[in-house]
């Protein structure tokens, strides 16, 4: 079948948060597709990386789901849509009868529209649970909680434009934004140090951002090396060096007074919880000299504008929460929001994680973070709904996986990858096991589909419309070319179906922009958009009215608090729930690189890609590799209390001493067989980036886990 319209057309690349517009140019067949440069696509000028260009390689992969899957006898075989929609409706029903609703757990997914996430989290409640989740849960999850209890929006402060043209100085801590935001860095954050800024990075790895802001070959720009999981003491280092000074020098102006005094609270509680900090031990327990804390402390305190940037390194710890807090103290104060080129600012992962979250796909939160337990913001979205929402938040995805086969008796996953992408992932797949029943909808058959009773086919991004959220709040349209394997489904049209056979009614859509409709009408930062209105540069949220053009930055007269104050609260040094000992001496962390993507279904399929990296490795410090004899190039096995895995070590002064580093990306060697799951107490997300681990050479290849020990 030869396609009739080959125009390009103009949509947004599916892989991370920039959202960076793309042109998908469709040749002779379906899935003939070409990437194209869009060359004044708002956020990129055309610009992109090397996932970008490669997007395209994945939409018509041999790997395709291309019919609805049915396992039977322990073997999937083809079903039709009918038989497939009939069975999980059956089985959602039995569940729902035998053991009640909150017996089911429903995943939404980041990597797909806004108008699907919708859906999702309007079914699962339709359905009687608020057990609905998507993977900012172990993602910026710490971070959302930290900002919204103390500034007031679960997002970036600031836009990348603003930054680009204002910030003299760039804080970077546990993020790595020239190889997983590539675009930030170049179009933004490099643009920024050509004009004169400066670069903090924070972290215990050494990779392309640090080598990236050499750029203009001054010695200004520092990199704090430190110990994974010990961003508290570093950063009370910072503040501490900060209010010492302003006691001593308070014409110098380190600590904002008049904002302090004006648009926060709390300063007293942080004075007293650094009341005989002792920095030189700090700065000793986190691996950095003193002086080198202080120089960024003077660094950031004597910007005109200081933009904070945090990721995973900072938020996929038990401590997570509080480890934002601690930035969101530095930047108050210092006053150091609510203007531009400022603020603490997120660089959200996935292309949609920000829409995801922001439409409700979470078990706290309606559409636009309104709680489920604020009776007036429930009532509010029942009254369109039409039906009850269970008004006690729900469980999260990773309580969800804990709980399978326990409380949870069935899972409805559209586009997550849990066995590879949750922590201890050998007990996932053992609770998985006891699951009643598991729909799986993807594009790929995953990990996580082996231990589905029936996968569906879903259409790819470049198949289908929606609107994507960015990780500075811009909304933006995606356009679909044709469909390559005509048995395949959008996501919408699927939830659609399932809806309206459970409920008979209020799913009953034809076309994306008719959820976005119902949408705004729930979601108060959308309620000004419309799909026109979107056009092709997209609006940044809040947009409460037709006529408001969204917001470069937030919170310029007052926060989105109680009483309109920041919220300043000292923090305490927590170490990882997981240190060194004699038996698992080293610290595991992990992170990511450029050329591959999560759980890697698309990315380790994409040849461009898998051409440049085929296979994981472990990063070992020089010291570390004489001392367990390790050889670089070498195959190792990299263990922890919760499994092994043997991966290739690559010797690098790039990781400190006594600390390795590997990435979450390949299943032959899954990361997360190692790491462990205990939570953050209040933000439930898992500490990724540190556990105890050992190496050892000259064993044979194994992805087995060890007995439990
Ligand atoms: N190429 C690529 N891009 C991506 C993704 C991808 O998989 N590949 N994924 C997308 C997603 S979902 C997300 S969430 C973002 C994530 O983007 P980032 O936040 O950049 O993610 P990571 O690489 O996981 O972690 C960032 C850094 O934290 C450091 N780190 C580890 N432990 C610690 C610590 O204890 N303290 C500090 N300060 N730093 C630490 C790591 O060394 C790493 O350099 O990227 C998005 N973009
Ligand atoms: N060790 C370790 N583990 C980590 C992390 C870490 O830093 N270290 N990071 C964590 C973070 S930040 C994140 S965000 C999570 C990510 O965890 P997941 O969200 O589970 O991982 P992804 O690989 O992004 O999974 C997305 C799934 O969506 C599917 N998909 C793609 N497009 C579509 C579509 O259009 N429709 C449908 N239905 N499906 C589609 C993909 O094939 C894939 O299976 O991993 C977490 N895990
Ligand atoms: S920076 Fe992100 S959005 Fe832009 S092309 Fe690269 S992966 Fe795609
Ligand atoms: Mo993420």
């Not at 948060?17 to 990129?44: K, T």
């Not at 899954?670 to 209040?682: W, Y």
């Amino acid at each position: 079948m030869a396609s009739e319209n080959r125009d390009p057309v103009k949509t947004i690349c599916p892989y991370c948060g920039v959202g960076c517009g793309i042109m998908v140019q469709p040749g002779e067949e379906p899935g003939d597709v070409r990437f194209m440069p869009w060359g004044d696509a708002p956020v990129n000028d055309g610009r992109i990386c090397i996932k970008g260009g490669a997007a395209t390689e994945v939409v018509d992969h041999e790997d395709r789901l291309t019919d609805p899957l049915i396992k039977e006898d322990g073997e999937f075989r083809e079903a039709s849509w009918e038989e497939a929609y009939e069975r999980i409706v059956d089985e959602l029903e039995r569940i729902r009868d035998e053991h009640g609703p909150d017996a089911m757990g429903f995943f939404g997914s980041s990597k797909t529209m806004n108008e699907e996430n919708y859906l999702l989290q309007k079914l699962a409640r339709r359905y009687g649970t608020n057990n609905v989740d998507n993977c900012t849960r172990m993602c910026h999850a710490s971070t959302v909680y930290a900002l919204r209890t103390s500034l007031g929006a679960g997002a970036m402060t600031n836009s990348m434009q603003d930054l680009r043209e204002e910030t003299d100085v760039i804080w970077i801590q546990g993020a790595n934004p020239a190889e997983q935001h590539p675009i930030a860095n170049s179009n933004y954050f490099r643009q920024a140090v050509l004009d004169g800024a400066t670069v903090i990075q924070v972290d215990p790895h050494a990779n392309k951002t640090t080598r990236s802001f050499k750029i203009d070959e001054t010695d200004r720009h520092q990199h704090l090396q430190l110990e994974p999981g010990t961003d508290i003491p570093l950063l009370n280092a910072v503040i501490k060096t900060i209010l010492d000074h302003h006691e001593e020098s308070p014409e110098d102006g380190w600590v904002d007074e008049a904002f302090v005094e004006e648009r926060t609270e709390g300063f007293d509680h942080l004075v007293e919880t650094l009341n005989g900090f002792d920095v030189e031990a700090a700065a000793e327990e986190c691996g950095v000299p003193l002086e080198d804390i202080e120089r960024a402390a003077e660094a950031y305190a004597t910007a005109d504008n200081a933009a904070i940037f945090t990721g995973m390194g900072m938020s996929q710890h038990a401590c997570g929460v509080d480890n934002v807090q601690n930035e969101i103290n530095l930047a108050l104060i210092t006053g150091n929001v609510g203007r531009p080129g400022t603020g603490v600012n997120p660089l959200r992962g996935q292309n949609n994680v920000q829409g995801t979250c922001d439409v409700g796909a979470m078990p706290n939160v309606l559409p636009d973070y309104q709680l489920v337990d604020d009776d007036e913001a429930r009532e509010s979205v029942e009254a369109v709904w039409g039906f009850e929402v269970p008004d006690e938040p729900g469980l999260t995805n990773v309580e969800i996986s804990h709980e399978a086969g326990n409380s949870i008796h069935g899972l409805y996953i559209m586009g997550e990858n849990p066995i590879m992408s949750e922590p201890d992932a050998n007990r996932v797949a053992e609770r998985f096991q006891k699951l009643e029943f598991v729909v799986v909808q993807d594009i790929f058959p995953t990990e996580t589909a082996e231990f589905a009773d029936v996968i569906l086919p879903a259409t790819s991004w470049a198949e289908r419309g929606g609107t994507v959220t960015n990780t500075d709040r811009r909304v933006q349209r995606m356009r679909p070319v044709e469909k390559v394997h005509e048995n395949t489904k959008h996501d919408l049209e699927i939830l659609c179906e399932v809806g309206t056979r459970l409920f008979g009614e209020g799913f009953s859509f034809d076309e994306p922009e008719e959820v976005f409709e119902e949408l705004r009408q729930v979601c108060p930062s959308y309620h000004g958009m419309s799909y026109d209105r979107l056009g092709e540069e997209g609006i940044h949220w809040p947009c409460y009215e037709p006529g408001d053009q969204g917001d470069l930055y937030l919170y310029e007269e007052s926060f989105d608090t109680d009483n309109g104050l920041g919220r300043i609260i000292g923090v305490n040094h927590q170490p990882p729930a997981e240190v060194p000992d004699d038996e698992y001496p080293l610290i595991l962390t992990t992170g990511r690189i450029e050329e591959h993507y999560n759980t890697g279904t698309m990315s380790t399929r994409s040849p461009t890609l898998n051409r440049v990296k085929p296979e994981n490795f472990v990063d070992v410090h020089p010291a570390d590799a004489e001392r367990y004899g390790v050889e670089d190039g070498e195959y190792v096995t990299l263990r922890s209390r919760r499994g092994e895995i043997r991966v290739k070590a690559q010797v690098t002064e790039d990781i400190k001493e006594g600390v390795v580093w590997t990435t979450p990306h390949f299943a032959a060697s899954a990361a997360n067989k190692l790491t462990n799951d205990v939570l953050d107490e209040r933000a439930k997300i898992p500490e990724y980036k540190a556990a105890a681990a050992e190496i050892e050479v000259g064993l044979e290849s194994t992805d087995a886990a060890p007995a439990d020990d």
